[in-house]
């Protein structure tokens, strides 16, 4: 995993509250509890510590690691306020659950008291708390993507119309190499949520890019990337104000490319871009014109074909 990458997972562990995930069911005594009666409560409802109130205030945490202490000292006639750890760390039921992680491993304790505003006690959280919680989180979050796959890829069967199309369009700057490439992704992501072939998918994601890039690199005052979508195909536009392509067979040619040095140094302008296109879709159309700027045209059918670009991008 990349140094920038995150996952799910790891990404919920700091939206989810302490107080969506914690236990609620609060199992207490008092300081004037037994240790004998702790032990009771301890094995019938199999949890490993319980918080002690003095009065209704939290007074401190009685633990299993206590219990062990009175049975060795064959003390379990003693009062719970006896054993207990009195220095008792809480944590903010408004508190992400990542600081609760934290906590956990700095502090190498099982139970964190969950207390309120008012640092009234509200709730108990352990590690498996959080373990349940992010995995119930990420359950729903795959339901509502699949409710969004599904709704995404049904988007035209209750549309009556001679053709229904979703057309996406993009400004594309000039020389902007920290957008480069943004149209094209948004492209993609919008194809595979409407759950287009992945094939198909990587063909449009590489010729949409290299038109784009094609835009960001060549033209004198940026362009448009219009993407077009139906159900039978989809067909790309690219057109731009620049100095044109005085020779369009030359143009072409692989490895043939009128970038500045500056740009090739960068690692773009390689002279693949116009190639890649024709490469991957099914149709191409291509037009240019000296001081006012070029159109490109380019269609991907949804259904199999024939074509080349069809059998090689499989």
């Given at each position: 995993m990349s140094p920038t990458?995150?996952l799910?997972a790891?990404e919920?562990?700091?939206e989810?509250?302490?107080?969506?995930?914690?236990?609620?069911?609060?199992?207490?005594?008092?300081?004037?509890?037994?240790?004998?009666?702790?032990?009771?409560?301890?094995?019938?409802?199999?949890?490993?510590?319980?918080?002690?109130?003095?009065?209704?205030n939290?007074?401190?945490?009685v633990?299993?690691?206590d219990?062990i202490?009175?049975?060795?000292e064959?003390?379990?006639?003693?009062?719970?306020?006896?054993?207990?750890t009195?220095?008792?760390?809480t944590?903010?039921?408004?508190?992400?659950?990542?600081?609760?992680l934290?906590?956990?491993?700095?502090?190498?304790v099982?139970?964190?008291p969950?207390?309120?505003?008012?640092?009234?006690?509200?709730g108990?959280m352990?590690?498996?708390?959080?373990?349940r919680?992010?995995?119930?989180a990420?359950?729903?979050a795959?339901?509502?993507?699949?409710?969004?796959?599904?709704?995404?890829?049904?988007?035209f069967d209750d549309?009556k119309s001679?053709?229904?199309?979703?057309?996406?369009?993009?400004?594309?700057?000039?020389r902007d190499?920290n957008?480069?490439?943004r149209?094209?992704?948004?492209i993609?992501?919008t194809?595979?949520?409407?759950?287009v072939?992945?094939?198909?998918?990587?063909r449009v994601?590489?010729?949409?890019?290299?038109?784009e890039?094609?835009?960001?690199i060549?033209?004198v005052?940026?362009?448009n990337l219009?993407?077009?979508?139906?159900?039978?195909l989809?067909?790309?536009?690219?057109?731009?104000?620049?100095?044109?392509?005085?020779?369009?067979?030359?143009?072409?040619t692989?490895?043939?490319?009128?970038?500045?040095d500056?740009?090739?140094e960068?690692?773009?302008?390689?002279?693949?871009?116009?190639?890649?296109?024709k490469?991957?879709?099914?149709q191409m159309d291509?037009?240019?014109?000296p001081r006012q700027?070029?159109?490109?045209?380019?269609?991907?059918y949804?259904?199999?074909?024939?074509?080349?670009?069809?059998?090689?991008?499989?």
């Amino acid at each position: 995993m990349s140094p920038t990458e995150v996952l799910k997972a790891q990404e919920l562990v700091y939206e989810l509250r302490i107080g969506d995930i914690m236990s609620r069911r609060l199992v207490t005594v008092t300081a004037d509890t037994t240790m004998r009666e702790v032990k009771t409560i301890l094995r019938d409802r199999r949890i490993s510590g319980l918080p002690v109130l003095d009065g209704g205030n939290l007074a401190g945490i009685v633990s299993i690691e206590d219990l062990i202490r009175s049975l060795e000292e064959n003390d379990l006639d003693a009062l719970a306020g006896q054993y207990m750890t009195t220095l008792v760390h809480t944590i903010g039921e408004r508190e992400p659950a990542v600081r609760a992680l934290n906590v956990f491993g700095r502090l190498g304790v099982g139970r964190l008291p969950v207390v309120d505003d008012e640092g009234r006690l509200v709730g108990i959280m352990t590690p498996d708390d959080i373990t349940r919680g992010v995995l119930r989180a990420l359950e729903k979050a795959y339901h509502e993507e699949e409710i969004r796959r599904y709704r995404a890829r049904h988007v035209f069967d209750d549309i009556k119309s001679d053709r229904t199309s979703l057309i996406l369009r993009y400004d594309i700057p000039l020389r902007d190499f920290n957008r480069a490439g943004r149209a094209s992704s948004q492209i993609k992501q919008t194809l595979n949520r409407l759950g287009v072939d992945p094939r198909i998918v990587r063909r449009v994601a590489i010729a949409s890019y290299e038109a784009e890039m094609n835009i960001v690199i060549h033209s004198v005052a940026g362009g448009n990337l219009v993407a077009e979508i139906n159900p039978e195909l989809i067909a790309l536009l690219a057109y731009d104000t620049g100095p044109g392509i005085p020779d369009i067979e030359k143009a072409m040619t692989p490895g043939y490319s009128t970038a500045p040095d500056w740009i090739r140094e960068m690692g773009f302008g390689a002279g693949m871009g116009l190639c890649n296109i024709k490469a991957c879709v099914d149709q191409m159309d291509l037009n240019s014109w000296p001081r006012q700027g070029t159109r490109l045209e380019a269609v991907i059918y949804l259904k199999p074909t024939e074509g080349k670009a069809s059998d090689e991008a499989a």
